[in-house]
């Protein structure tokens, strides 16, 4: 018996990692349109039918490809870093709270933080193994600011804990059957967006992969495959953390289709900010995680912590 419960959670998870990179494809799809759109012109339109075979058309052109590597790199860590960033953006996606019985984590928040923790190690390898100074420069660049923000992502997740006493995602269920919490705490709402924004590296806070000033950033010596992964990995991160905004604020409820045209929604609003916002200085992205969120993150948790002491010192 329990041989076929851990065979029939291995098939789910397979199924489940196959249909976050189909996602995944045809999110660069959307992507493309969307930014053509944006941009007054037509997005990819001639393999298939409106483009719509382009991401696979563009998998097998990337992997395809010649592997090269730099001399100077240090090959092992330059060559499995991409794998293990594509492999943690998967890692998260267990996290989701399924109701079938599939993964169901009590302390799937917690898991969620450890897991992106654990992305910033990858990108610090890929810049550093590279050898090459803006590689490393992108690098830097990138931790600075995926931890930065990762303290504001915290600090919202424990205002929920504190509200919620508990770190599974499916409890967001239960406690939004009458009111989402985009209206209670809209603020943390666009805090939360933006920290997004920033932690999967992306416009306005792309400073990871400041083409002006670093060519491409810490992945400027990928090329075919590696590149490819390093990319499917951001994708798969921008769905992971459109899904846990949906989970968060517009009510989680996984059941229904609903919950998946959200998802795309969230996911298109990440697009929307690309195709729309200019990049930040990077002064001024660092001044917004510790000067704008931090506090305003801070006050929220205070307040929540306030108002379930107030409720467990009424109900005693």
Do not use: H
């Amino acid at each position: 018996m329990q041989f076929f419960d851990g065979f029939v959670n291995f098939v789910g998870a397979l199924l489940l990692i196959i249909c976050v990179l189909v996602g995944v494809a045809f999110l660069t799809l959307l992507e493309r349109k969307v930014l053509g759109y944006v941009q007054v012109r037509k997005g990819p339109n001639s393999v298939g039918y409106c483009g719509v075979l382009q991401p696979f058309s563009d998998a097998v052109k990337l992997f395809n490809k010649e592997q090269t590597y730099p001399m100077s790199s240090n090959y092992l860590p330059y060559y499995f870093s991409p794998i293990f960033s594509l492999f943690i953006s998967l890692f998260c996606w267990l996290t989701m709270p399924f109701y079938g019985g599939l993964f169901i984590y009590n302390f799937g928040l917690l898991f969620f933080l450890s897991c992106t923790s654990l992305g910033v190690y990858t990108v610090m390898i890929a810049g550093w193994s590279s050898n090459s100074i803006y590689s490393l420069l992108g690098a830097l660049r990138s931790i600075a600011q995926t931890i930065s923000y990762e303290v504001s992502l915290a600090l919202i997740l424990m205002s929920f804990i504190f509200l919620g006493e508990g770190y599974s995602l499916v409890s967001f269920f239960f406690f939004q059957d009458y009111v989402w919490f985009i209206f209670l705490s809209f603020p943390l709402m666009i805090i939360w967006f933006a920290s997004c924004l920033a932690e999967t590296n992306r416009t306005p806070f792309d400073f990871a992969e400041g083409e002006s000033e670093l060519v491409s950033g810490f992945n400027v010596e990928y090329s075919s495959g590696g590149f490819a992964l390093i990319f499917m990995s951001e994708y798969a991160s921008i769905l992971f953390m459109s899904m846990l905004f949906v989970v968060l604020f517009l009510g989680c409820a996984i059941n229904s289709v609903l919950f998946f045209f959200e998802v795309v929604l969230i996911s298109f609003c990440f697009i929307w900010a690309r195709g729309t916002l200019p990049r930040y200085r990077y002064d001024k992205l660092m001044y917004l995680a510790w000067k704008s969120f931090l506090p305003v993150a801070l006050n929220y948790l205070i307040f929540f912590v306030g108002i379930k002491t107030i409720m467990a010192a009424m109900i005693l």
